[in-house]
T-cell receptor, first 118, second 114 residues
Framework: GAVVSQHPSRVICKSGTSVKIECRSL??????MFWYRQFPKQSLMLMAT?????????EQGVEKDKFLINHASLTLSTLTVTSAHPEDSSFYIC??????????????FGPGTRLTVL | AQTVTQSQPEMSVQEAETVTLSCTYD???????LFWYKQPPSRQMILVIR??????QNATENRFSVNFQKAAKSFSLKISDSQLGDTAMYFC???????????FGKGTLLTVNP
């Protein structure tokens, strides 16, 4: 099956610093990637939809200047949390959809990144 | 906007028994997809089963099957012969036919007891 990786798997940073999280589709091309945030014991909340070569579409209430998303290629999207604060501590998950093929209606999820802001 | 409701925050079942997780959704669309995802303690999201709305036949994947009632907008998941490894959070999700975006329910924590 299709594989999506995320790096790093966990990161601890100081308040005020920026953190970059990478999401890669390893064995397929992904026109569209999604970034989710998940608080403990809660569901996944979609933050933004990332399309290769164009600006990301952010969900209502998500600060686009704080959560910068870049989708520079068909296999890589990055999420940068700028000027991180303790309230940004969360589990961030990316997913990717294939551009074509029988799996094109399925999202494949990365293993997630746990961000802790001190 | 679409909504997905999972009314059972937690459930438990004995090993080898059968359990059914409920999910209802609300949409005005006619073309859509429904999914059940499993999130074990590792937190890796795993697709369990999916259903295309245009298909009347209920999807089945080994021990997992769904009861899709389109008119009632209901999409329940049945797990037969429950195994300890089935212990996880289960999320029901909805996707419009023309859009890749998923809307998730709040999840049901299933515990399989030995």
């Amino acid at each position: 099956g299709a594989v999506v990786s995320q790096h790093p798997s966990r990161v601890i940073c100081k308040s005020g610093t920026s953190v970059k999280i990478e999401c890669r589709s390893l064995d397929f091309q992904a026109t569209t990637m999604f970034w989710y945030r998940q608080f403990p014991k809660q569901s996944l909340m979609l933050m933004a939809t990332s399309n290769e070569g164009s600006k990301a579409t952010y969900e209502q209430g998500v600060e686009k200047d704080k959560f910068l998303i870049n989708h520079a290629s068909l296999t890589l999207s990055t999420l940068t949390v700028t000027s991180a604060h303790p309230e940004d501590s969360s589990f961030y998950i990316c997913s990717a959809s294939e551009t074509s093929g029988w799996n094109s209606n399925e999202q494949f999820f990365g293993p997630g990144t746990r961000l802790t802001v001190l | 906007a679409q909504t997905v409701t999972q009314s059972q925050p937690e459930m438990s079942v004995q090993e080898a028994e059968t359990v059914t997780l409920s999910c209802t959704y609300d949409t005005s669309e006619n073309n859509y997809y429904l999914f059940w995802y499993k999130q074990p303690p590792s937190r890796q999201m795993i697709l369990v089963i999916r259903q295309e709305a245009y298909k009347q036949q209920n999807a089945t994947e080994n021990r997992f099957s769904v009861n899709f009632q389109k008119a009632a907008k209901s999409f329940s998941l049945k797990i037969s012969d429950s195994q300890l490894g089935d212990t996880a959070m289960y999320f029901c999700a909805f996707r419009e036919g023309s859009n890749y975006k998923l809307t998730f329910g709040k999840g049901t924590l299933l515990t399989v007891n030995p």
